[in-house]
Protein backbone atom coordinates (compact mmCIF):
# COMPACT_ATOMS: atom_id res chain seq x y z
CA UNK A 1 0.00 0.00 0.00
CA UNK A 2 2.53 2.36 0.76
CA UNK A 3 4.49 1.73 -2.57
CA UNK A 4 1.31 2.19 -4.21
CA UNK A 5 0.92 5.85 -2.62
CA UNK A 6 4.44 6.78 -3.24
CA UNK A 7 3.65 5.84 -6.75
CA UNK A 8 0.87 8.44 -7.10
CA UNK A 9 2.77 10.92 -5.01
CA UNK A 10 5.68 10.91 -7.65
CA UNK A 11 3.08 10.64 -10.78
CA UNK A 12 1.25 13.88 -9.84
CA UNK A 13 4.42 15.36 -9.32
CA UNK A 14 5.46 14.36 -12.70
CA UNK A 15 2.60 15.90 -14.14
CA UNK A 16 2.37 18.70 -12.45
CA UNK A 17 6.25 19.51 -13.51
CA UNK A 18 5.24 18.56 -17.00
CA UNK A 19 2.77 21.30 -17.36
CA UNK A 20 4.85 24.19 -15.57
CA UNK A 21 7.29 23.58 -18.12
CA UNK A 22 4.85 23.70 -21.20
CA UNK A 23 3.48 26.95 -19.34
CA UNK A 24 7.19 28.15 -18.52
CA UNK A 25 8.19 27.53 -22.17
CA UNK A 26 4.82 29.17 -23.73
CA UNK A 27 5.14 32.03 -21.71
CA UNK A 28 8.68 32.60 -22.21
CA UNK A 29 8.31 32.91 -25.93
CA UNK A 30 4.68 34.62 -26.14
CA UNK A 31 5.99 37.20 -23.82
CA UNK A 32 9.60 37.75 -24.08
CA UNK A 33 10.29 36.66 -27.90
CA UNK A 34 7.57 38.07 -29.18
CA UNK A 35 4.62 35.37 -29.97
CA UNK A 36 4.11 32.80 -32.66
CA UNK A 37 3.79 32.99 -36.65
CA UNK A 38 4.80 30.48 -39.47
CA UNK A 39 6.26 32.91 -42.04
CA UNK A 40 9.82 32.01 -42.08
CA UNK A 41 10.29 34.89 -39.25
CA UNK A 42 11.84 34.99 -36.04
CA UNK A 43 8.70 34.25 -34.48
CA UNK A 44 8.27 31.09 -36.33
CA UNK A 45 11.29 30.27 -34.19
CA UNK A 46 9.48 30.32 -31.04
CA UNK A 47 7.27 27.31 -32.06
CA UNK A 48 10.87 25.53 -31.79
CA UNK A 49 11.21 25.45 -28.13
CA UNK A 50 7.67 24.67 -27.42
CA UNK A 51 7.13 22.30 -30.05
CA UNK A 52 10.07 20.38 -28.33
CA UNK A 53 9.66 20.70 -24.56
CA UNK A 54 5.81 20.04 -24.92
CA UNK A 55 6.57 17.32 -27.39
CA UNK A 56 10.04 15.30 -27.09
CA UNK A 57 10.23 16.16 -23.30
CA UNK A 58 6.64 16.11 -21.50
CA UNK A 59 4.92 14.18 -24.07
CA UNK A 60 7.49 11.61 -24.29
CA UNK A 61 7.92 11.66 -20.23
CA UNK A 62 3.82 10.88 -19.96
CA UNK A 63 3.96 8.35 -22.73
CA UNK A 64 7.23 6.36 -21.02
CA UNK A 65 5.26 6.00 -17.50
CA UNK A 66 1.48 4.93 -18.57
CA UNK A 67 2.06 1.59 -18.24
CA UNK A 68 2.88 2.27 -14.40
CA UNK A 69 -0.05 3.28 -13.42
CA UNK A 70 -1.34 0.79 -11.11
CA UNK A 71 -5.37 0.99 -11.96
CA UNK A 72 -4.36 -0.35 -15.43
CA UNK A 73 -2.45 -3.26 -14.29
CA UNK A 74 -5.82 -5.58 -14.10
CA UNK A 75 -6.68 -4.45 -17.38
CA UNK A 76 -6.43 -5.58 -20.79
CA UNK A 77 -2.76 -4.52 -21.56
CA UNK A 78 -3.66 -3.86 -25.35
CA UNK A 79 -5.23 -0.05 -24.81
CA UNK A 80 -3.08 0.91 -22.93
CA UNK A 81 0.14 -0.21 -25.28
CA UNK A 82 -2.15 2.21 -27.83
CA UNK A 83 -2.55 5.06 -25.70
CA UNK A 84 2.02 4.70 -25.08
CA UNK A 85 2.10 4.40 -29.06
CA UNK A 86 -0.34 7.08 -29.59
CA UNK A 87 1.54 9.35 -26.94
CA UNK A 88 4.46 8.58 -28.72
CA UNK A 89 3.38 9.48 -31.82
CA UNK A 90 2.42 12.28 -30.99
CA UNK A 91 6.01 13.21 -29.27
CA UNK A 92 7.21 12.34 -32.42
CA UNK A 93 5.06 14.56 -34.41
CA UNK A 94 5.79 17.66 -32.45
CA UNK A 95 9.49 17.39 -32.10
CA UNK A 96 9.12 16.66 -36.42
CA UNK A 97 7.46 20.06 -36.42
CA UNK A 98 9.51 21.63 -34.22
CA UNK A 99 12.43 20.45 -36.47
CA UNK A 100 10.63 21.80 -39.14
CA UNK A 101 10.59 25.52 -37.73
CA UNK A 102 13.84 25.88 -37.16
CA UNK A 103 15.19 24.46 -39.98
CA UNK A 104 12.87 27.16 -42.23
CA UNK A 105 13.98 30.06 -40.41
CA UNK A 106 17.85 29.05 -40.84
CA UNK A 107 17.17 28.35 -44.31
CA UNK A 108 15.35 32.30 -44.77
CA UNK A 109 18.01 33.85 -42.93
CA UNK A 110 20.89 31.63 -44.62
CA UNK A 111 21.96 30.67 -41.33
CA UNK A 112 23.71 27.02 -40.97
CA UNK A 113 22.01 23.81 -39.62
CA UNK A 114 23.14 21.15 -37.29
CA UNK A 115 26.53 23.32 -36.18
CA UNK A 116 25.90 23.24 -32.71
CA UNK A 117 26.15 20.73 -30.37
CA UNK A 118 22.80 21.54 -28.94
CA UNK A 119 21.35 20.34 -32.58
CA UNK A 120 23.96 17.24 -32.54
CA UNK A 121 22.10 16.08 -29.45
CA UNK A 122 18.70 16.78 -30.72
CA UNK A 123 19.20 15.33 -34.26
CA UNK A 124 20.31 12.42 -33.03
CA UNK A 125 17.32 11.84 -30.19
CA UNK A 126 14.75 12.47 -32.43
CA UNK A 127 16.36 10.05 -35.20
CA UNK A 128 16.74 7.59 -32.39
CA UNK A 129 13.12 8.18 -30.98
CA UNK A 130 11.92 7.58 -35.08
CA UNK A 131 13.82 3.97 -34.91
CA UNK A 132 12.05 3.24 -31.77
CA UNK A 133 8.84 4.14 -32.66
CA UNK A 134 9.01 2.03 -35.77
CA UNK A 135 10.79 -0.73 -34.31
CA UNK A 136 8.20 -0.74 -31.68
CA UNK A 137 5.34 -0.67 -33.18
CA UNK A 138 6.52 -3.54 -35.81
CA UNK A 139 7.56 -5.63 -32.65
CA UNK A 140 4.68 -4.92 -30.07
CA UNK A 141 1.50 -3.95 -31.89
CA UNK A 142 1.60 -6.11 -34.78
CA UNK A 143 -0.15 -9.18 -34.38
CA UNK A 144 2.09 -11.19 -36.83
CA UNK A 145 5.09 -10.18 -34.47
CA UNK A 146 7.04 -13.57 -33.08
CA UNK A 147 6.66 -13.61 -28.74
CA UNK A 148 10.22 -14.73 -29.19
CA UNK A 149 11.27 -11.53 -30.87
CA UNK A 150 8.87 -9.42 -28.25
CA UNK A 151 11.60 -11.51 -25.56
CA UNK A 152 14.33 -10.14 -27.42
CA UNK A 153 13.08 -6.32 -28.02
CA UNK A 154 11.69 -5.43 -24.26
CA UNK A 155 14.80 -5.23 -22.80
CA UNK A 156 16.58 -2.91 -25.73
CA UNK A 157 13.69 -1.13 -25.96
CA UNK A 158 12.96 -0.01 -22.09
CA UNK A 159 17.00 0.91 -21.93
CA UNK A 160 16.74 2.63 -25.07
CA UNK A 161 13.63 4.66 -24.27
CA UNK A 162 15.12 5.88 -20.62
CA UNK A 163 18.40 6.83 -23.17
CA UNK A 164 16.29 8.94 -25.10
CA UNK A 165 14.99 10.89 -22.59
CA UNK A 166 17.88 11.86 -21.39
CA UNK A 167 19.51 13.29 -24.65
CA UNK A 168 16.07 14.65 -25.28
CA UNK A 169 16.77 16.51 -21.55
CA UNK A 170 20.27 17.13 -22.64
CA UNK A 171 19.24 18.87 -26.19
CA UNK A 172 16.87 21.15 -24.33
CA UNK A 173 18.97 22.25 -21.43
CA UNK A 174 21.68 23.22 -23.95
CA UNK A 175 19.21 24.90 -26.28
CA UNK A 176 17.79 27.33 -23.65
CA UNK A 177 21.42 27.80 -22.69
CA UNK A 178 22.29 28.88 -26.30
CA UNK A 179 19.18 30.89 -27.18
CA UNK A 180 20.03 33.18 -23.67
CA UNK A 181 23.23 33.94 -24.93
CA UNK A 182 22.25 34.66 -28.09
CA UNK A 183 19.28 37.11 -27.35
CA UNK A 184 20.50 38.48 -24.08
CA UNK A 185 23.48 40.81 -25.67
CA UNK A 186 23.86 44.60 -25.45
CA UNK A 187 22.07 46.97 -22.15
CA UNK A 188 20.77 43.25 -20.88
CA UNK A 189 23.61 40.23 -20.80
CA UNK A 190 22.75 37.04 -19.38
CA UNK A 191 25.42 37.64 -16.81
CA UNK A 192 22.55 40.47 -15.04
CA UNK A 193 20.41 37.54 -14.64
CA UNK A 194 17.00 39.50 -16.42
CA UNK A 195 13.81 38.71 -15.83
CA UNK A 196 13.69 36.49 -19.36
CA UNK A 197 17.13 35.08 -17.98
CA UNK A 198 15.57 33.91 -14.96
CA UNK A 199 12.51 32.32 -16.46
CA UNK A 200 14.91 30.41 -19.18
CA UNK A 201 17.36 29.37 -15.77
CA UNK A 202 13.77 28.13 -14.07
CA UNK A 203 12.40 26.34 -17.48
CA UNK A 204 15.73 24.35 -16.92
CA UNK A 205 15.57 23.57 -13.77
CA UNK A 206 11.78 22.16 -14.16
CA UNK A 207 13.18 20.46 -17.44
CA UNK A 208 15.68 17.90 -15.45
CA UNK A 209 13.61 17.50 -11.99
CA UNK A 210 10.71 16.69 -14.75
CA UNK A 211 13.17 14.11 -16.74
CA UNK A 212 14.70 13.00 -12.52
CA UNK A 213 10.91 11.94 -11.46
CA UNK A 214 10.04 9.81 -14.70
CA UNK A 215 13.33 8.00 -14.79
CA UNK A 216 12.27 7.40 -10.65
CA UNK A 217 9.23 6.05 -11.75
CA UNK A 218 10.82 4.10 -14.63
CA UNK A 219 13.63 2.77 -12.54
CA UNK A 220 11.31 1.32 -9.62
CA UNK A 221 10.85 -2.39 -10.34
CA UNK A 222 7.76 -2.10 -7.50
CA UNK A 223 6.05 0.60 -10.11
CA UNK A 224 6.31 -2.13 -13.01
CA UNK A 225 2.86 -3.81 -14.18
CA UNK A 226 3.08 -6.82 -12.62
CA UNK A 227 2.81 -9.25 -15.68
CA UNK A 228 6.18 -7.57 -16.87
CA UNK A 229 8.19 -8.08 -14.09
CA UNK A 230 10.34 -11.65 -14.37
CA UNK A 231 8.53 -14.46 -12.83
CA UNK A 232 5.24 -12.92 -12.98
CA UNK A 233 2.22 -13.09 -15.51
CA UNK A 234 -0.77 -11.35 -14.11
CA UNK A 235 -1.87 -9.30 -11.46
CA UNK A 236 -3.95 -9.88 -8.27
CA UNK A 237 -5.50 -7.86 -6.00
CA UNK A 238 -3.25 -9.97 -3.32
CA UNK A 239 0.05 -8.18 -4.36
CA UNK A 240 -1.27 -4.84 -2.65
CA UNK A 241 -2.02 -6.54 -0.04
CA UNK A 242 1.60 -8.51 0.53
CA UNK A 243 3.40 -4.98 -0.59
Known amino acids: MRSTVTFYLCYLLCLAL ?32 VLMVTG ?25 KLLHAALMLGSLIMSILGLCAVFAVHNAKN ?11 GITAIILFALQWGVGFAGF ?3 CSPVLLRKLLKPVHVWLGGSILLLTTAACISGINEKLF ?6 VTYSSLPPEGLLGNSLGV ?18 QRPDSRPGEIAYTPLQDENE
Not at 28 to 44: E, I, K, T, V
Not at 58 to 78: D, E, H, I, S
Not at 111 to 121: A, C, E, G, K, M
Open 18 to 49: GLACVACVCVWNSRWRGGFAWDGSGLQFNWHP
Open 182 to 187: FVLKGN
Open 111 to 121: TPNLYSLHSWI
Open 206 to 223: LIIAFGLVVLKILSNIKW
Open 141 to 143: LLP
Open 56 to 80: LVVLYGYGAVVYRVPLTWGQNKLPW
